[in-house]
């Protein structure tokens, strides 16, 4: 649906060359929610401008459907950019324009008949829950209204992809939860390929099924979110799953510890979460088990849970008890516990 083939983006400021986007190359497929994360100055917003040619890149490729968006004409890219949905972090709506005036400015400049203007607004506004604000000023609405009439506005012309810059950031808690609600339905009931950018890694969590962590203008790491929050690879996309899935032990238990003994973090995925794995290993080896931390999450309909526990016992019986585990497709790994 999607594919940005190494990319390269430098801007030329005051202050110097700005290198915004290094090599990079990214694929979304028809039907994904695909995130990318990153901090202030990632690349983020340069790279969701890629889509429909706000931001043209210095070298590489964007194809949309296979078609290289780059070589298009003015006319052609025109057209494209109707097919192109755009949710902003500022609404991006005219305030002193009622909520009817604003849904309806696309599709006026797309020279549609006025009923049936009328006809797509009312459907509209029904689909983002907002029926009953037809005639309301933007300045009268809350926040999150205004990002529904936003999104609202986004869908006026049909398109197959929807892009959101930041389109939860400047909502409480409560409205984002109810926004990322709407554009999971978005996706399901339209089949709008949706495109975010985002520095919340729980947007991520929620609602995406595949994520793009971003660094100084570089992809550091991509992949479906399973695998990306269960197996992350780099220390940012470490620190990042981090805010969202705990893993790690209390500093009250860190006190009690006996550096004697290794401890363990098992990460199990799936149908592996409803394993009584800890009861098996005291049954079968001469150890003694503490648990020192879990969790359970839920991503994509998947369970992923965490467990660290220390093994107390004997070293050999120790290698026995990894050795079981690994055979029980369990993720395995000694964790380093920093003590004076």
Do not use: W
Request: proline share 3%.
């Amino acid at each position: 649906m999607i594919q940005i083939e190494h990319v390269n983006k430098t801007f030329h400021t005051k202050s110097g060359e700005v290198h915004a986007l290094q090599d990079v190359s990214v694929r979304v497929e028809k039907g994904d929610i695909f995130g990318v994360i990153g901090y202030s100055g990632a690349g983020k917003s340069t790279l969701i401008r890629l889509v429909n040619l706000l931001e043209k890149p210095d070298s590489g490729s964007v194809k949309i459907e296979g078609k290289d968006i780059t070589q298009l004409s003015k006319k052609e890219l025109n057209s494209l950019r109707k097919e192109i949905g755009m949710v902003f972090q500022q609404f991006n709506l005219l305030e002193s324009q009622t909520v009817y005036q604003n849904i309806a400015l696309p599709l006026i400049m797309s020279k549609m008949k006025k009923e049936d203007i009328e006809n797509r607004v009312k459907e509209l506004l029904s689909f983002v829950e907002l029926e009953n604000k037809s005639s309301t000023y933007v300045s009268q609405l809350s926040g999150g209204q205004k990002q529904r009439i936003g999104i609202a506005k986004a869908l006026a012309t049909n398109p197959k992809i929807l892009l959101c810059d930041e389109a939860t950031s400047a909502l409480d808690p409560k409205t984002t939860e109810s926004i990322l609600h709407l554009l999971q339905k978005i996706n399901r009931e339209l089949g709008i390929t949706i495109l975010l950018i985002t520095h919340e890694m729980n947007v991520i969590k929620k609602i995406c099924n595949k994520v793009a962590v971003m660094k100084e203008g570089r992809i550091c790491e991509q992949g479906d979110t399973v695998t990306v929050f269960s197996k992350p690879v780099e220390e940012m996309t470490k620190s990042f799953v981090s805010t969202v899935i705990n893993s790690s032990v209390p500093d009250i238990l860190l006190k009690d510890l006996d550096y004697r003994f290794p401890v363990i973090k098992l990460t199990f995925l799936g149908k592996n979460a409803k394993q009584s794995l800890i009861s098996d290993i005291n049954k079968r080896f001469d150890i003694e088990t503490s648990i020192l931390f879990a969790s359970v999450n839920e991503l994509q309909g998947t369970i992923l849970s965490i467990l660290i526990l220390q093994l107390q016992g004997d070293p050999e019986e120790v290698q026995k008890t990894e050795q079981y585990i690994r055979s029980r497709q369990v993720e395995i790994e000694r964790v380093v516990i920093p003590h004076d």
